[in-house]
């Protein structure tokens, strides 16, 4: 067991491609946001442990556990699944010493600060990361988290989440057996900037409504159409030509649309739509991120000018432009990189 006293943290992630293709073989490219997930915890006297979730939930919540992974409330839960990411994390933990900890799972760097609501950068998976480099040894932080995180998630998701909150920076992520990570470069010159519709969505609904319809063999050829420009951003990408991987993420975006409209998903509503239109109209790129449907999008192109007259256009539509970039460190523990 690895449980000390002490404070890890790891970054939230944006999907750049690659989303929903990923999750049947194609290469994702997903990149560590600036906004970090922190996991505290104190060995203390007693037999009580305490939980608190800030952010997610208000208030501190008793439990005992039997150092076997097994968790008994104490308190009753504002809902049922307040605490399921933490008792997911707990199983996966070895040899659980049985004493009292108190245990804090700080996601507020995920919320907006006006509406208290959650932005869609991967606050589940950079909890889970930064609590398992508590939990665990280092070299089964990864293993261990994205185990938890696909318990937590019912069996949906592919790891490219987990993956960048473990590895920071720009990453080419592919969900074999083991996953494959690649750190890649940003190209010069080509710009950006996020935003966030307002809409909160949930990635695991969308998974298995896709995972449904692919049970239709005439469903699968826009999947295919996506992956292959999934895989062709995938190869330009570490050519550093900011021009070229501009119009590769056009082509990819066209493939997800033509996909978004085979399948029905809606990665296009709550006002991604407007937005891409808008975006094209200038010379740039706009995507949603991830499932869609709300959460975040990405404004890409090599016109920094475009960009910036992009985000008063985007603020008319409805969408807010995020203070988020890239972080180049992955999950850390008491200071150090795990």
Known sequence: MRITE??????????????????????????????????????????????????????????????????????????????????????????????????????????????????????????????????????????????????????????????????????????????????????????????????AVSTPVRIRQLDKQLLDPARLSSLATLSTAASELAVCWPTANAAAVQQQFLNYNAALLAFDQDQGLGIYQGGHDKMRSAAESIGLVYKPCGAGGGDIGVALGIDADALERFVDQAKQIGFTALNAGLDQSGVDCNGRQV
């Open 6 to 199: 002490g404070h890890a943290s790891a970054p939230g992630k944006a999907v750049l491609a690659g989303e929903y293709a990923v999750l049947h073989g194609a290469p994702a490219l997903a990149m560590a946001i600036n906004r970090r997930a922190h996991a505290r915890l104190r060995i203390v006297d007693g037999s009580d442990s305490e939980l608190s979730m800030p952010g997610l939930v208000d208030g501190t919540f008793r439990f005992r556990h039997d150092g076997a992974g097994n968790i008994k409330w104490l308190d009753s839960a504002p809902r049922d699944d307040a605490f399921a990411l933490f008792e997911c994390a707990w199983q996966f933990a070895p040899a659980i010493t049985p004493a009292a900890v108190q245990v804090s799972l700080d996601s507020r760097e995920f919320f907006d600060s006006a509406s208290n609501r959650k932005l869609g950068l991967g606050s589940s998976a950079a909890l889970m990361v930064a609590l398992c480099a508590l939990l665990q040894p280092a070299n089964r932080v990864a293993t261990s988290a994205a185990d938890a995180h696909r318990l937590f998630q019912d069996g949906a998701g592919s790891g490219v989440d987990i993956a960048a909150a473990v590895h920071g920076g720009l990453i080419e992520f592919s969900a074999s057996e083991p996953p494959q990570v690649q750190h890649r470069q940003w190209p010069d010159g080509l710009h950006l900037q996020f935003f966030w519709s307002g809409v």
